[in-house]
């Protein structure tokens, strides 16, 4: 099975930069995506990471890093509409389900 | 294009009866996989369904169960209904080849059991 571990609060400022970690344990994985749910509503897609490395896509990036088991979503210029719980999920090529973290709650104050 | 739809969107029921949930995905998506959410567990996968056979299956007792029907719709059924079956539970659709693990999710259905 799989296993994944990120804090399950953070707070910051408008304006400023998070980092929402997630460490994994798996028996091998085809990638590491990050999902946002709004309180009361319904989980959206992020992005998705295959290789190592950094993929940006506005305000948000994620990393990975397949070797130290471990990514992170990086928000920018954080805005209060950001306030959300993001998921950090993996698909595990031996039972090819997807599995989800428990979720970071982010919490941005004015 | 419409988003993925589930019915009913809240559901009170007592103990002992069974439930019905039904999930309408994205048109052309044909895997569609449910996922029970709670405060406390998070998103816990139920099943997948890609082309009307369940390809996989989360660990849950057999009261939890599912199908999906020629043109990709689904519906899973819970029977003997615990109190610790309260839960917000979504479904997701996908489409296959796209190289990410990208699932588009309903608004859920909350299920209360009293």
């Known amino acids: 099975g799989q296993s994944l571990e990120q804090p399950s609060e953070v707070t910051a400022v408008e304006g400023a930069i998070v980092q929402i970690n997630c460490t994994y344990q798996t028996s091998g994985f085809y990638g590491l995506s990050w999902y946002q749910q709004h309180d009361g509503g319904a989980p959206t897609f992020l992005s998705y990471?295959?290789?190592?490395g950094l993929e940006e896509t506005g305000r948000f990036s994620s990393f990975l890093s397949r070797s130290d088991s471990y990514g992170y979503l990086l928000l920018q210029e954080l805005q209060m509409k950001d306030s959300a719980s993001y998921f950090c999920a993996v698909r595990d090529r031996g039972y090819s389900t997807l599995t989800f973290g428990k979720g970071t709650m982010l919490l941005v104050s004015p | 294009k419409a988003g993925v739809t589930q019915t009913p969107r809240y559901l009170i029921k007592t103990r002992g009866q069974q439930v019905t949930l039904s999930c309408s995905p994205i048109s052309g998506h044909r895997s569609v996989s449910w996922y029970q959410q709670t405060p406390g567990q998070g998103l816990q996968f139920l099943f997948e369904y890609f082309s009307e056979t369940q390809r996989n299956k989360g660990n849950f007792p057999g009261r939890f169960s599912g199908r999906q029907f020629s043109n990709s719709r689904s519906e899973m059924n819970v029977s003997t209904l615990e109190l610790g079956d309260s839960a917000l539970y979504l479904c997701a659709s996908s489409l296959e080849g796209t190289g990410t693990d990208e699932q588009y999710f309903g608004p859920g259905t909350r299920l209360t059991v009293t």
């Open positions: 990471n295959a290789l190592d």
